[in-house]
């Protein structure tokens, strides 16, 4: 069982490889960088130039990071139109049960008015 999980670990580091790329700094870029730890095996290493952030783990003597330039741009859509978005979905919500209950209401209603009506049949 051991090999198996170990032959299933290897086949997969090349793929694995191809979505991370190894951070390797050229002369020109040593200060630009400022690393700062994250957990007990991440940093995260941040551009001081281009604000980019990337998440980096130690393979050997490597640091591979994984770079997200989505962390540097900003959000599409405001605070604000998420809120009133949020309370638009939630006024729907409310409008829905509401239309629910009421058509409840109307079906118990009838059926009240139904027995109501068979009680006065049967009496007479």
């Not at 939630?90 to 027995?115: G, P, Q, Y």
């Amino acid at each position: 069982m051991k090999h198996v999980a170990l032959y299933l670990f290897l086949a997969g580091m090349p793929g694995y490889s191809a979505l991370v790329s190894p951070a390797v700094a050229s002369e020109s870029e040593k200060g630009n960088f400022q690393i700062m730890k994250a957990t007990a095996d991440k940093v995260w290493r941040l551009n001081k130039l281009s604000g980019e952030i990337s998440v980096c783990s130690l393979d050997g003597e490597r640091l591979v990071c994984s770079s997200s330039t989505e962390a540097i741009r900003p959000p599409a859509v405001t605070y604000e139109e998420r809120e009133a978005e949020k309370k638009r979905v939630a006024e729907e919500r409310k409008a829905k049960s509401m239309e629910f209950m009421d058509r409840a209401l109307a079906a118990i209603r009838s059926l009240f008015e139904a027995s109501l009506d068979n009680e006065k049949g049967a009496s007479k």
